[in-house]
Each structure stands twice: as structure tokens, then as C-alpha cells.
Antibody
């Protein structure tokens, strides 16, 4: 059974950089059938797509966050990571990592991590 | 890239059917048969309920169905049950990007 687990600091100072890692177990991150994505949800609000990365390193970002977001992948550790720079209180959210099925599977988010709350505050 | 439009709320009594809409553009919902729907209970991660407009993953009850017409996709929940009360989100592929709906809170009366 595939499992995804987010990890990283739960508190980040304003203007700092938010860093999270997603560890994938029960399957290989190097499969050509999937992308790996990040989604966030501010408290009491809806979901927002942040970006996806392919095992080869190809990245796809939400235009509204482009310039602040960097995704990376470490196939040797079966992990992928998110960095969000110049954070403000508006970046406070639960951050989810997820597996994204490629075209053959409908480009859907079929497995999700449990989510990690990151608060931006001094 | 604008968010997909969903009604903020929907409701129905046990046993009834409810349909939630998701309206986009020809660049996302209308341009691809890659609309998916997710159920989210409070404090939990979203769960995939429908993919490729109308396909159900293994384990999802057949009370959940999806369809699409033009730029609008729809999720129908038939035979409403108390455990269906949750937030529902649509997501559409938009050609190397993904667009999310704002979410609909489904209340079972």
C-alpha cells in the first residue's frame, strides 16, 4: 500500500523559506506513470495546487506562485521536496503531498499524505 | 488560470440525490476529459472519488457518479447517507497545469 508522509518545520518566520519533504513508501518514485505534487489548504479555506514534479526533475508550477516555489526530487531516497520563499502569513496552511496519475490514469491525485500544518509567524 | 466555479453549499435528505457542478473553461474542463472529484471530511486528507469525468476508483460506492457537458462537470451523489456529509472539490487538468474548484460543502439534512 502506497504511503506518503510530509515532514518539516511547523513554524516559519515571515520572509523566510518554507521547506517540506514528502517521503514515499510502498512504491517507487521513479515510475514513469506518475507525477508527484504539492497542494495546500489555508485554515477554513479550499485547496490550492502548488506544483508537480516528475521523477526526471521536470516541474510544473501554479502561475500564481511561480518565482517563489521550487520543487525537487531525490530518487535515491524516494523523496520529493517543496521550498517556498519569501513567505507571509498568507502562506499559513496545511500542506499535502500527493501522487498524480499521468495521462493514462487521468491526471488525478490518487494518493495523499496526511498533511502538515505550517504556520508563518514571528 | 482561474479557479473552477463550484457552489459553496449543497444539501439533501437521506436517500435523496444531490448534484454538484464545477464550471471551467474550454482550456480546462471543456478541453480535456480529465476532471476528478475529491471528498474531504474535517481534519482529513482529500479522497479521490471520481477520475476521468466518470470513472470510480476501486472501493468508491456506485452511488457516486460523474458527468460533463461542455465546460461544466458534475458530481451526483445518489441515495444520500449521513457519511456523505463532507466537502467536495473538483480538479481539472489544463495542459501541464491543474486547476482546482473552490469546494462545495454537502450537508445531509
Amino acid at each position: 500500500q502506497l504511503q506518503l508522509q510530509e515532514s518539516g518545520p511547523g513554524l516559519v518566520k515571515p520572509s523566510g523559506t518554507l521547506s517540506l519533504t514528502c517521503t514515499v513508501s510502498g512504491g517507487s518514485i521513479s515510475s514513469s506513470s506518475y507525477y508527484w505534487g504539492w497542494i495546500r489548504q489555508p485554515p477554513g479555506k479550499g485547496l490550492e495546487w502548488i506544483g508537480n514534479i516528475y521523477y526526471s526533475g521536470s516541474t510544473y508550477y501554479n502561475p500564481s506562485l511561480r518565482g517563489r516555489v521550487t520543487l525537487s526530487v531525490d530518487t535515491s531516497k524516494n523523496q520529493f521536496s517543496l521550498k517556498l520563499s519569501s513567505v507571509t502569513a498568507a502562506d499559513t496552511a496545511v500542506y499535502y503531498c500527493a501522487r498524480v496519475y499521468s495521462g493514462y490514469g487521468g491526471y488525478c491525485f490518487d494518493y495523499w499524505g496526511q498533511g502538515a500544518l505550517v504556520t508563518v509567524s514571528s | 488560470q482561474s479557479a473552477l466555479t463550484q457552489p459553496p453549499s449543497a444539501s439533501g435528505s437521506p436517500g435523496q440525490s444531490v448534484t454538484i457542478s464545477c464550471t471551467g473553461t474550454s482550456s480546462d474542463v471543456g478541453g480535456y476529459n480529465y476532471v476528478s472529484w475529491y471528498q474531504q471530511h474535517p481534519g482529513k486528507a482529500p479522497k479521490l472519488m471520481i477520475y476521468e469525468v466518470s470513472k470510480r476508483p476501486s472501493g468508491v460506492p456506485d452511488r457516486f457518479s460523474g458527468s460533463k457537458s461542455g465546460n461544466t462537470a458534475s458530481l451526483t451523489v445518489s441515495g444520500l447517507q449521513a457519511e456523505d456529509e463532507a466537502d467536495y472539490y473538483c480538479i481539472s487538468y489544463a495542459g501541464s497545469s491543474w486547476v482546482f474548484g473552490g469546494g462545495t460543502k454537502l450537508t445531509v439534512l
